[in-house]
């Protein structure tokens, strides 16, 4: 068979195909660039839609009362939740993603500052002082190890009761520490240790697993009293402080000591000190409701006394009571928000503690709540 | 027509029906999409009308207390009338909504109504805690409980009086 093309016949098949070639290859990378950009915008999505779902399931778990869940986010074990706070706003994002930052400045949420996880874990607990103001979320994980060391007042116990949910383990020295696999390690040094021992000195850790560690993997807290805290973050082999002067538990102590709580699951006096300061907030905000509340029950007896109802030393609990060793609600309530806006101010500008009179004003108010239910039936909370 | 004008015609066919194709794509994806966007705003409203309600059945501004212990579903009237704004003074604001409070509790309850109603016995009581509506807004969600309602100052031999209402709570989108 004879094939015989005309030189204006193969250039023209060239050309077809070189035509063929360039049109493919646009239609090619105009799907490719399609496809990119969908992947890109798709990721965007999810991890906004990862860290809108969480915000609200913070939402709801911090809203109810004294509840724990454990959600399990094994399906996003290779992203890390950072959590920060700074001037009373906390922020939450995914790190390895461009996910918007949720920004919150009225929960107090007490975390540390990088969950990476298969399970989270939440409590909830309401904080009082002395009446409800919030409730305090706490954020945990399955890899985050609470090591406990020493004790103070039996709390050790009432703490590894109450947080079994919790990766946690009570040890006598930190070189009985087994980091295993977990993403990090925060040591509760209960009985004040490492703050008496060595005043001003770094800590030997003493630990090779520990010490091997990446530095802000590994952090302290250590409580001096049962009202302060001071924080500690690894730096080698040894842990340093990483404030200069303690920080002060806000609370009235005893059981499910939300404060006490909070100062555990903080890991840093930032997120501890930033969070503390949503709650002063609110505080004061709760002060100016609980002043009219009180306006309204003084009204009440004024009415039944006025009637010639025998009322009591209602009154006197409510308004009338002067004097040195008793005293009034109104009073009280009023001191209360001035302490409270004292002690905002030193949380605010990061000033040596000086919220005594706070916990002073919250018992005082506290009693005559409990004198006036038992003189009057009625209460003011 | 030359088998060259032949040959352009067929290309220029074969484009404009390519970008036809092209075009219908970008439709329908725009439509997916606004579908989609559409169903997640209705998501996203729903989601909100919970964790708001669930937020102001657990406000301490408002819950009953009994010796420090809280008592589920039941507002306190004695904190609560003071906070309500006053329905037939429309230029009274409640406490959630005045000027030192505004911004604080928009972050908490962002654009929503809060009322409360006194549903037994029925006096037609009803106090509007919250009301700060969107601009330009194309759909409300409302969600209700029932409470008790509780006034210590109205009991018989200083026991509280308890009485029956809804508490509703509409968002905004």
Request: proline share 3%; charged share 25%; aromatic share 12%.
């Amino acid at each position: 068979m004879n094939m015989h093309f005309s030189k204006k016949a193969q250039v023209e098949v060239t050309f077809n195909w070189v035509y063929v070639l360039i049109a493919g290859a646009v239609i090619i990378l105009f799907f490719v660039g399609i496809a990119a950009k969908q992947k890109t915008s798709s990721e965007k999505t999810l991890s906004g839609d990862i860290v809108r779902i969480m915000e609200s399931i913070f939402a709801s778990a911090g809203a109810s009362e004294k509840t724990k869940n454990i959600i399990d986010i094994s399906g996003l074990a290779d992203y890390t939740f950072q959590f920060s706070c700074h001037d009373g706003v906390s922020e939450f994002n995914l790190k390895e993603t461009e996910s918007q930052r949720r920004q919150n400045a009225i929960d107090p949420v007490f975390s540390p500052a990088e969950i990476r996880a298969t399970q989270l874990i939440l409590w909830s607990l309401p904080y009082q002082l002395p009446f409800k103001i919030t409730d305090f979320l706490f954020i945990g994980s399955s890899s985050t190890k609470y090591v406990v060391l020493g004790d103070r007042d039996g709390f050790a116990e009432e703490l590894m009761s109450e947080t079994n949910e919790f990766n946690r383990e009570q040890v006598t020295s930190l070189s009985e520490v087994d980091p295993g696999k977990n993403f990090q390690v925060h040591v509760l040094d209960l009985s004040g240790d490492f703050y008496t021992r060595i005043p001003n000195d770094a800590i030997p850790i003493e630990n090779p697993s520990l010490e091997k560690m990446d530095d802000d993997k590994v952090t302290a807290v250590s409580f001096l009293s049962a009202n302060q805290i001071q924080y500690y973050r690894k730096q080698g082999t040894v842990f340093v402080r990483e404030h200069q002067n303690p920080v002060d538990i806000l609370s009235l102590e005893g059981e499910k000591d939300a404060a006490r709580y909070a100062a555990i699951f903080a890991t840093t006096a930032e997120i501890y000190k930033c969070n503390m300061q949503k709650a002063l907030e609110r505080l004061r905000k709760i002060i100016a409701v609980y002043q009219k509340k009180e306006e309204a029950l003084n009204m009440y007896y004024q009415r039944r006394q006025d009637q010639g109802e025998a009322v009591g030393q209602c009154l006197g609990f409510l308004r009338l009571n002067v004097g040195e060793d008793i005293q009034n609600i109104q009073n009280q309530l009023f001191r209360l928000d001035g302490e409270a806006q004292s002690c905002l101010v030193f949380f605010k500008n990061n000033l040596p503690a000086a919220c005594n009179g706070l916990i002073a004003e919250a018992t005082h108010l506290r009693e005559t709540n409990h004198a006036l239910f038992e003189e009057c039936g009625g209460s003011l909370y | 027509m030359n088998r060259g004008q032949m040959q352009s015609t067929e290309t220029i066919a074969v484009l404009f029906i390519f970008f036809i194709l092209i075009l219908f794509a970008i439709i329908f994806y725009y439509n997916y999409q606004k579908v989609a966007l559409t169903e997640k705003q209705e998501e996203l409203l729903g989601s909100r009308a919970i964790d708001t309600a669930t937020r102001v059945l657990f406000l301490p501004e408002i819950k009953c207390t009994n010796r420090e212990t809280p008592e589920d579903n039941c507002i306190d009237l004695l904190k609560m009338r003071p906070l309500a704004a006053v329905a037939s003074l429309t230029e009274s604001p409640s406490y959630f909504e005045n000027s030192d409070n505004k911004e604080y509790y928009f972050q908490l309850f962002s654009y929503a109504k809060i009322t409360v109603k006194q549903l037994y016995p029925s006096d037609e009581s009803e106090w509007v805690l919250y009301d700060v509506e969107k601009p330009n807004w194309h759909k409300k969600e409302p969600t209700s409980f029932i409470v008790r309602l509780k006034d210590e100052t109205a009991g018989v031999n200083g026991q509280p009086k308890y009485s029956f209402g809804y508490l509703q709570v509409e968002v905004y989108s």
